[in-house]
């Protein structure tokens, strides 16, 4: 990390300390559809509380893109407004401590449960800067899918006070080693639903859907994003670039889903995608 994105991490830790982000509130963009303004509306509010104002603001942003966009209909565009909002949401434990503290505020009975994560799950949350070294070691020593519980307990003064601090580190989300990869996948949801509209409009809906193949943490939360990008990989990009001959994208990709198992080596979906793709010629008609 630069001189600069060390300044700006302690410049963030700092402002914890002294107040939130103090951006304005985004405004929901001009055109958007009465159908989306209730999930876009929902959203902001709940991604300010998630990392902030400016946070919320790339939200609007990112939404921006698909204002007017011809052959998307407002269903669709409803579905895109809120598995985005879900997917830049995503639960680390930072999350958890911030979802613990406001289920106290809205029930009587306080949650006092046990969470797994991977080792690397939980330093990937920490400022690059410190967390690269500390996964280096890991690695080397073999220890980077070391599973590790940690209680997130909100039945007393001290595990409350704990989930404060815990929720209080939001603003190091952004200099995460996570989070860098989490925007790019984003990014690339976007990008490949932007191309279906131009490319395969019918298909679209089933790529706006694949967002709800990565969620939760650990072991299940990285089994979606590999499945998720062998999809991508396999039959949509090559779709899109020509290279593959798919007349019907949305009918390969819920063949090419069902058959995503809980399966670290993918046997049945690396099948499948091969299946699929032999069903086509080799060169474009």
Known sequence: MSDRGILSSLRYLFADVIGDDDAPTPFLPEGLPEAVVP??????????????????????????????????????????????????????????AQ?????????????????????D??????????????????????????????????????????LKIEAGLK???????????????????????????????MAAPAIVQTATMIEGYGDSYRQGMADWNAIIDGLVKPTFDGVLDLPDLAAAILEARAAALPDPRQAALKRTIAEIRARVPAEPN
């Open 99 to 119: 979802l613990t503290l406001a289920a106290l505020e809205e029930s009587s009975t306080p949650v006092n449960e046990v969470k797994k994560f991977r080792i």
């Open 121 to 162: 799950e939980l330093v990937g949350a920490l400022p690059a800067i410190v967390a690269e070294p500390i996964l280096d070691t890991l690695e080397w020593l073999g220890w980077l899918r070391l599973p590790v519980s940690i209680r997130f307990n909100a039945a007393n003064r001290l595990g409350i006070r704990r």
């Open 39 to 96: 999930v876009a509306s929902d959203a902001i509010h709940m991604l300010i509380e998630y990392q902030g104002p400016s946070y919320a603001q790339l939200y609007v942003d990112r939404l921006k893109r698909f204002v007017g966009r011809r052959g998307l209909d407002d269903a669709v565009f409803a579905e895109v407004a809120r598995l985005m909002a879900a997917r830049m949401s995503y639960e680390d434990p930072i999350r958890i």
């Open 171 to 201: 603003r190091w989300r952004l200099f995460s080693v996570r989070y860098p990869k989490e925007r790019a996948w984003v990014e690339r949801w976007l990008h490949m639903i932007d191309r279906s509209l131009t490319k395969q409009p």
